[in-house]
């Protein structure tokens, strides 16, 4: 997905992925399965963790979508969902829970409408309705077309003029749709389940887009909204928009490559596909946490694991702090300064609330004590080191 860099205009490209390897038990190896967001620049070649947060449920994220303000997705399994959303317009400081079961409505993210006021299309779980989530505001509003309750997802030119939307097979179709923001009222928060369904707007009638096609994964406009890029059967294809149904797609390509996400950048001055730059991928981050927060081989016993203590505490390593220093977890340490939530998983400790870890120059100071004499280090998504040792190494003797 793309979108700004957090707190600047810098387009990079957002991804999440899912540890599925086997997960650790009581008497067994594994890895404790954590959530990832990753941003990355294709012509740099950089890519950096943005958050991680413990999943033992699910499969992962899902329903990524973006604009220029936010970035949502759906995390959780079964009956416990939620939408988590990151402000892009400035550093990032922690992701926002905009509506969490069972005490708000269960919500899908399926697509974005471009504008600064950064609303999330969204599709209610108990009634199949479709809504905004504005996220800024924190409430519900009138979805200005009748979507059915399997459409999904969906794609918005950057004009807001027209709408890509997948059905549950016969591929997609396009609709005219008119993103004016609409009024927000006291019945519309998303602290509550909708209760009613939202009013649809007069649009001209949908025009499929090769009804030959099963249901459509992804979708994604050009700029300038004259062709649609299709995620489906495993590969891409693209579209004219104006076509009529059933005229094959433009070029295909990855076929057989089993794509399930995309998204179409605005145009990119400067640069071009030839100076796209490789990555290391996101595997060396995640092998990295889960050496990092492995528990001393001490406290690692049937024994000892249930006396365990973990404490946690977050800091900003570019500037000095007292937190980064902390060896013990005493009575004053605490009082002065309170921790986060944290316990032991199996071999692993771990975060116990959800995006815990953020990325960035943010580190995590852990004391392991209870079972043992309290053993202190420090954790950082992007690097164990601080951030000020590496500028003090960067800077000229």
């Given at each position: 997905?793309?979108?700004p860099?957090?707190?600047?205009?810098?387009?990079?490209?957002?991804?999440?992925?899912?540890?599925?390897?086997?997960?650790?038990?009581?008497?067994?190896?594994?890895?404790?399965?954590?959530?990832?967001?990753?941003?990355?620049?294709?012509?740099?070649?950089?890519?950096?963790?943005?958050?991680?947060?413990p999943?033992?449920?699910?499969?992962?994220?899902?329903?990524?979508?973006?604009?220029?303000?936010?970035?949502?997705?759906?995390?959780?399994?079964?009956?416990?969902?939620?939408?988590?959303?990151?402000?892009?317009?400035?550093?990032?400081?922690?992701?926002?829970?905009?509506?969490?079961?069972?005490?708000?409505?269960?919500?899908?993210?399926?697509?974005?409408?471009?504008?600064?006021?950064?609303?999330?299309?969204?599709?209610?779980?108990?009634?199949?309705?479709?809504?905004?989530?504005?996220?800024?505001?924190?409430?519900?509003?009138?979805?200005?077309?009748?979507?059915?309750?399997?459409?999904?997802?969906?794609?918005?030119?950057?004009?807001?003029?027209?709408?890509?939307?997948?059905?549950?097979?016969?591929?997609?179709?396009?609709?005219?749709?008119?993103?004016?923001?609409?009024?927000?009222?006291?019945?519309?928060?998303?602290t509550?389940?909708?209760?009613?369904?939202?009013?649809?707007?007069?649009?001209?009638?949908?025009?499929?887009?090769?009804?030959k096609?099963?249901?459509?994964?992804?979708?994604?406009?050009?700029?300038?909204?004259?062709?649609?890029?299709?995620?489906?059967?495993?590969?891409?294809?693209?579209?004219?928009?104006?076509?009529?149904?059933?005229?094959p797609?433009?070029?295909?390509?990855?076929?057989?490559?089993?794509?399930?996400?995309?998204?179409?950048?605005?145009?990119?001055?400067?640069?071009?596909?030839?100076?796209?730059?490789?990555?290391?991928g996101p595997?060396?981050?995640?092998?990295?946490?889960?050496?990092?927060?492995?528990?001393?081989?001490?406290?690692?016993?049937?024994?000892?694991?249930?006396?365990?203590?973990?404490?946690?505490?977050?800091?900003?390593?570019?500037?000095t702090?007292?937190?980064?220093?902390?060896?013990?977890?005493?009575?004053?340490?605490?009082?002065?300064?309170?921790?986060?939530?944290?316990?032991?998983?199996?071999?692993?400790w771990?975060?116990?609330?959800?995006?815990?870890?953020?990325?960035?120059c943010?580190?995590?100071?852990?004391?392991?004590?209870?079972?043992?004499?309290?053993?202190a280090?420090?954790?950082?998504?992007?690097s164990?080191?601080?951030?000020?040792?590496?500028?003090?190494?960067?800077?000229?003797?």
């Amino acid at each position: 997905m793309w979108a700004p860099a957090p707190g600047t205009t810098e387009e990079v490209i957002y991804f999440t992925i899912h540890d599925d390897r086997p997960a650790e038990r009581r008497t067994t190896a594994g890895v404790v399965p954590y959530d990832w967001l990753f941003m990355v620049n294709p012509f740099t070649g950089v890519i950096e963790p943005i958050g991680a947060s413990p999943d033992m449920q699910s499969e992962g994220p899902f329903g990524l979508t973006a604009n220029s303000h936010y970035l949502a997705m759906t995390v959780g399994c079964c009956t416990s969902y939620e939408v988590d959303a990151l402000d892009l317009t400035k550093p990032v400081t922690g992701f926002k829970v905009l509506a969490k079961a069972p005490d708000q409505a269960t919500l899908f993210t399926q697509g974005a409408a471009p504008g600064a006021d950064g609303r999330i299309a969204v599709r209610a779980f108990a009634t199949g309705a479709w809504y905004w989530l504005n996220p800024s505001a924190g409430v519900l509003q009138s979805f200005p077309l009748k979507l059915g309750p399997d459409d999904g997802p969906i794609a918005i030119s950057d004009d807001g003029q027209m709408v890509a939307v997948s059905m549950p097979d016969k591929g997609a179709y396009i609709q005219q749709l008119n993103v004016s923001t609409p009024v927000a009222t006291a019945s519309s928060s998303a602290t509550a389940s909708p209760a009613a369904s939202p009013t649809p707007q007069p649009s001209s009638a949908p025009r499929r887009v090769n009804s030959k096609l099963p249901h459509v994964d992804a979708l994604a406009w050009s700029p300038d909204a004259k062709r649609l890029a299709f995620g489906v059967s495993g590969q891409v294809q693209i579209y004219d928009a104006s076509g009529k149904d059933g005229t094959p797609p433009v070029s295909k390509y990855l076929v057989g490559a089993g794509v399930t996400g995309i998204d179409w950048s605005g145009p990119l001055a400067g640069v071009s596909f030839a100076q796209a730059k490789p990555t290391q991928g996101p595997q060396p981050f995640v092998d990295a946490l889960l050496a990092s927060t492995k528990l001393p081989a001490a406290a690692d016993t049937p024994a000892n694991r249930p006396l365990t203590r973990v404490y946690m505490w977050q800091f900003d390593s570019s500037r000095t702090s007292p937190l980064s220093s902390i060896t013990e977890a005493s009575a004053a340490v605490l009082q002065e300064h309170p921790t986060m939530a944290a316990g032991v998983v199996f071999h692993h400790w771990a975060p116990s609330t959800s995006w815990a870890f953020l990325g960035g120059c943010y580190r995590y100071r852990v004391v392991i004590a209870g079972s043992i004499q309290p053993t202190a280090s420090t954790v950082g998504l992007k690097s164990n080191a601080l951030c000020s040792e590496a500028k003090a190494s960067a800077s000229p003797s």
